[in-house]
């Protein structure tokens, strides 16, 4: 469980920043069907989290009559557009923060081409795919999945193969331009030889390694010539700039390009007011740092929680204006999906809450927001809602504790097959070692290691308790722990693991 897992990018990234046609900041008489609310003009950026009407970072916005819907840069249709998309939306933003108005929403892909490898995680809850040179992590709960080649059968986490042409949306989590992947969208099967496999991709030149090439982050070779369509490039092409570029693939680190184009998405450089959230990259210091490309100074933000430290991995909202290009944030929230649960619902979900059952004595009650939580099928990767969800389903979960420290949801997967292991992943409370067994407590609940207990520390085996002890002493509460327990024939955890794990 070493590998990065960000998976609180179901939360995803949220900025709203003044229209420059209508005047940064500026407010109006907006709001839900002419009500009068007050509202103010913004850009929104963030990932789809649930429809009637479109959720996207916390925030339920009204698609009015007559909004401009655009895919990949054809105007479409609300119903093409998809639960862990990324999307930009224009609009307004109601007094409350929670509602608004969109008078246009904008979807374009990072990239597509094709899956060139595909490397599991040993737990089976990551795969680590390399699309034209770029890393993608693909999560089982928290990315979402589509199939638009028209095939019979569910596109999914369980049958991404090598070969499949993928569109990916998804955020930078690191320096080197890795992706979360937060929707894989299947659009064809690609032939090795063939040359007539369409591409997409954007990213950063970093050389010029000969006359009719350029280098993409360091890792795809993009070739060019005189029948390369070069129009819509604003200035000259130099490393550091940022372009998108389109072609045929020819292998799996290079491509022909047929058009390239400047990248001119991202915020501007100047804002009476923004917010965004992500994952913190680039960390140099509170002064310094990047979420989802974008520069912020945090030097003067009030951090929440006080005792929060920033850093790297981090995900955190931030809140203030822009200026010269750099986010000044007034407020940082620290926000970060370090709970994951599979196991089986216990009751009737109610009063926007889902309990779950984990042993014969023990329930975690889960919060459902409705503006945050994503709720889909994990086969069919539909939307759900918690009504549909009943006494004995088998969910996949991902939370963060709050403020208050209630357990909210990020992601809600369902499926119609049960895995045959509970798994609980968070936080270490507590633990004692007493002769050959420890004892670890997570989210109140205490286990207890057993005979046939296995032991690991990032992927690795430890030889026994005492070792683990060892491990805990170094890490300290606060260490991301995971127990899974196989069922046999119950619903619930015997409170005595099969497996123990500690991730630093």
């Known amino acids: 469980m070493n590998t990065p897992r960000f998976k609180n990018f179901t939360a995803a990234l949220l900025l709203a920043a003044g229209l420059g046609a209508c005047g940064g900041g500026s407010t109006d008489v907006a709001g839900i069907g002419g009500t009068g609310v007050t509202a103010t003009k913004i850009t929104a950026t963030g990932q789809i989290t649930g429809f009637g009407s479109i959720f996207v970072n916390g925030v339920e916005y009204f698609i009015r009559d007559g909004a401009t819907i655009m895919v990949n840069g054809t105007p479409t249709q609300e119903s093409d557009l998809k639960l862990g998309m990324i999307v930009t939306i224009s609009g307004s933003l109601n007094d409350d923060g929670i509602t608004g108005t969109v008078d246009s929403v904008v979807y374009e892909s990072e990239l597509e081409g094709p899956i060139t ?10 795969k680590t795919l390399v699309v034209m040179g770029r890393t993608i992590i693909a999560d089982a709960i928290s990315t979402s999945f589509g199939d638009d080649t028209g095939a019979a059968g569910n596109y999914g986490f369980d049958t991404l193969a090598v070969n499949d042409v993928i569109e990916v949306s998804g955020y930078v989590i690191d320096g080197s331009g890795t992706l979360q992947a937060t929707r894989i969208e299947k659009e064809a099967v690609h032939t090795p ?9 954007k990213g950063t030149i970093t050389g010029f390694p000969s006359t009719n090439r350029i280098t993409l982050d360091g890792v795809l070779n993009v070739d060019f010539d005189a029948t390369t369509d070069m129009r819509d490039i604003s200035g000259t092409l130099a490393t550091g700039s940022a372009i998108e570029v389109e072609g045929t693939f020819t292998d799996a680190t290079t491509i022909f390009a047929t058009k390239i184009s400047s990248d001119d998405s991202g915020l501007p450089d100047e804002a009476e007011q923004a917010e965004i959230e992500g994952p913190i990259t680039d960390y140099v210091s509170t002064s310094s740092f990047k979420i989802n490309g974008q520069l912020v100074d945090a030097s003067g933000a009030q951090i929440t929680p006080a005792s929060a430290t ?4 981090v995900f955190v909202e931030a809140k203030g204006p822009i200026t010269n290009g750099t986010l000044e944030a007034a407020e940082i929230t620290v926000r970060n999906s370090n709970i994951e649960i599979e196991a089986y619902v216990s009751g009737t979900p109610a009063n926007g809450a889902v309990s779950l059952r984990i042993t014969a004595n023990d329930v975690i009650g889960i919060n459902v927001d409705s503006n945050i939580t994503q709720l889909e099928d994990y086969e069919t990767h539909a939307p759900i809602t918690l009504s549909s969800i009943s006494d004995g389903d088998f969910l996949k979960i991902e939370a963060y504790k709050n403020g208050n420290g209630n357990i909210v949801a990020t992601q809600i997967k369902r499926l119609a097959t049960p ?22 407590t997570l989210l109140g609940i205490d286990f207890t290691s057993g005979a046939g207990t296995d032991f690991e520390y990032n992927d690795q085996p430890l030889a026994d308790a005492a070792a683990m002890d060892n491990q805990l002493n170094i890490l300290g509460t606060g260490a991301i722990f995971m127990v899974s327990d196989e069922f046999g024939g119950s619903t619930f955890s015997d409170g005595t693991p099969d497996e123990m794990e500690v991730e630093s």
Do not use: C, F, N, Y
């Not at 409370?429 to 007493?434: I, M, P």
């Open 117 to 126: 490898s595909i490397t599991p995680d040993p737990d089976g809850k990551l």
């Open 193 to 201: 030889g063939a040359g007539t496999t369409t591409v997409q991709v």
């Open 310 to 313: 920033l850093g790297d991995g």
């Open 419 to 440: 895995e045959d292991a509970l798994v609980l992943r968070a936080p270490i409370e507590g633990w004692s070692l007493t002769g050959s067994a420890i004892r670890v």
